[in-house]
């Protein structure tokens, strides 16, 4: 799994806004450059294992904020 950008905890608040958080994290560091592809809702859905509702809610996010990046 190549997501070392995305830490998620588990009761420190909503998972989609901890995913989105990272995102947006990763992208402002460089992490994940300006306009790279980044996982589709399924595929990172199978390697976290969260749910594709909670990847879906934190990808709208993103949409709704213009974060740089393509799914």
Do not use: C
């Not at 998972?15 to 399924?42: F, N, T």
């Not at 199978?46 to 393509?70: M, W």
């Amino acid at each position: 799994m190549a997501y070392d950008y995305i830490d998620l905890h588990p009761g420190r608040g909503p998972l989609y806004e901890q995913l989105y958080e990272a995102l947006k994290q990763a992208v402002e560091s460089g992490r994940l450059p300006k306009g790279s592809r980044i996982p589709s809702i399924r595929k990172l859905s199978e390697d976290l294992g969260i749910s594709r509702t909670t990847i879906e809610s934190a990808y709208q996010d993103r949409k709704s904020t213009r974060l740089n990046s393509s799914h």
